[in-house]
């Protein structure tokens, strides 16, 4: 499920470069899954919520945790939300918090999926006839 979602791409160059040299590794915890509604298309799906941190690890021994980073992600649209580091700490520990609306901040937008209002088939965002029947979007 964690190898789904593909955070690659928020590390950058410099960070690729430490991975294997001294020993640093990103890791992502699969948390449980939030009913916030997604601020890109307002889908209220269950979103994943992933923890992401870097070890710095001697002997494969972590000895060192930083870059803390909670993010949530939308399995309708596929956008990707940053949560506030606090929040996605009170969200890990306490089972009752849960993630608001406002907690998301998006950084990566992905693509709104749109349904024929006739038939249900999936249309593309610039179709203005659905694929499957015809009918006009
Ligand atoms: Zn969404
Ligand atoms: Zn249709």
Same mark, same amino acid.
Request: overall charge positive.
């Given at each position: 499920?964690? &190898? ?15 991975? @294997?040299?001294?020993? $640093? #590794?990103?890791? +992502?915890?699969?948390?449980?899954? =939030? !009913?916030?509604?997604? %601020?890109?298309?307002? =889908? ?5 919520? $992933?923890?992401?941190?870097? /070890? ?30 606090? %929040? @996605?700490? &009170? ?8 993630? #608001?609306?406002?907690?998301? %901040? /998006? ?12 038939? @249900? &088939?999936?249309? +593309?965002? #610039?179709? /203005?006839?659905?694929?499957?029947? @015809? &009918?006009? !979007?």
């Amino acid at each position: 499920m964690i &190898a789904k979602f593909n955070f690659m791409m928020f590390m950058g160059d410099d960070d690729m470069f430490f991975i @294997g040299v001294f020993g $640093i #590794t990103s890791k +992502d915890k699969l948390l449980r899954d =939030s !009913q916030v509604e997604c %601020k890109e298309c307002n =889908s209220l799906l269950p979103k994943k919520v $992933i923890k992401r941190y870097n /070890t710095f690890h001697v002997f494969f021994i972590p000895t060192v945790r930083w870059n803390l980073n909670y993010f949530c992600a939308c399995p309708s649209c596929k956008s990707v939300f940053e949560i506030k580091k606090e %929040k @996605g700490q &009170a969200y890990e520990e306490n089972p009752n918090e849960e993630l #608001t609306y406002w907690d998301l %901040k /998006t950084v990566k937008k992905g693509k709104p999926l749109r349904f024929c209002k006739v038939c @249900g &088939a999936q249309v +593309d965002k #610039t179709h /203005t006839f659905c694929p499957n029947c @015809g &009918a006009k !979007q």
